[in-house]
């Protein structure tokens, strides 16, 4: 699995972008990247994932390196449901590959 | 609809006692996947079912541990003889296919006393 490096904790005030980077530089060419969320007290929920394209869905953007060993999740405007631990994370396509390897993750706090 | 449901949601134990934790996935999804998340750590993978194929044990940590999804739905952790490095979140997800998005649960928190 492609190891990935993310800050321990980041602050963001309520309405403003919110730029969460991750590092993973021995990620494998077909490894997707996904990142999850996980509000206090709940499981993980989806955010979104990506290859190689900047992504976009309703809840975030992925903007990916073009050396694919780095992404950037962006929250356009943070909120205070935003509050969560964020977790990048790269891994294989297809049905073979369905354990996710969570890591640490970056503690986003938003400051109303 | 409905999400991924688990019962209970919390549970506390004694040392030694054995303890059931259920997961109900969303309808027709396939996949059905166990984690624990220990105080302070990240998600830990316990194991997998997909359709009626074997599962993917490798994750359970000890004998102790066991899994079964009868009728491809419903899923029950059985937790033998508990101790207390047990104690942790147990969480369950499920997918539409192998490989897919994840769906999580709320988690059962054990805690073993």
């Known amino acids: 699995d492609a190891k990935t490096t993310q800050p321990n904790s980041m602050e963001s005030n309520e309405e403003e972008p919110v730029h969460l980077p991750c590092n993973h530089s021995?990620?494998?060419?077909?490894?997707?990247i996904h990142w999850y969320r996980q509000l206090p007290s709940q499981g993980p929920e989806y955010v979104i994932h990506?290859?190689?394209s900047n992504v976009n869905n309703r809840m975030a953007s992925l903007a990916i390196a073009e050396d694919r060993k780095s992404s950037t999740l962006i929250l356009h405007r943070a909120t205070l449901r935003d509050a969560a631990v964020y977790y990048c994370?790269?891994?294989?396509?297809?049905?073979?590959?369905?354990?996710?390897?969570f890591g640490k993750g970056t503690k986003l706090s938003v400051i109303p | 609809g409905a999400g991924v449901s688990q019962s209970p949601s919390n549970k506390v134990t004694e040392k030694g006692k054995d303890v059931e934790l259920r997961c109900d996935p969303i309808?027709?999804?396939?996949?059905l996947y166990w984690y624990r998340q220990s105080l302070g750590q990240g998600l830990e993978f316990l194991i997998y079912?997909?359709?009626?194929?074997?599962?993917?044990k490798s994750g359970l940590p000890s004998d102790r541990f066991s899994a079964e999804r009868t009728g491809g739905s419903v899923s029950t952790l059985t937790i033998q003889r508990t101790q207390q490095e047990d104690s942790a979140v147990y969480l369950c997800?499920?997918?539409?296919?192998?490989?897919?998005?994840?769906?999580f649960g709320p988690g059962t928190r054990l805690t073993v006393t």
């Open positions: 997800a499920s997918s539409l296919q192998p490989g897919g998005e994840q769906y």
């Open positions: 021995t990620i494998s060419g077909t490894d997707y």
């Open positions: 990506g290859l190689t």
């Open positions: 994370i790269p891994k294989p396509p297809g049905a073979g590959s369905y354990q996710l390897t």
């Open positions: 309808s027709g999804h396939t996949a």
């Open positions: 079912f997909q359709g009626n194929s074997a599962p993917d």
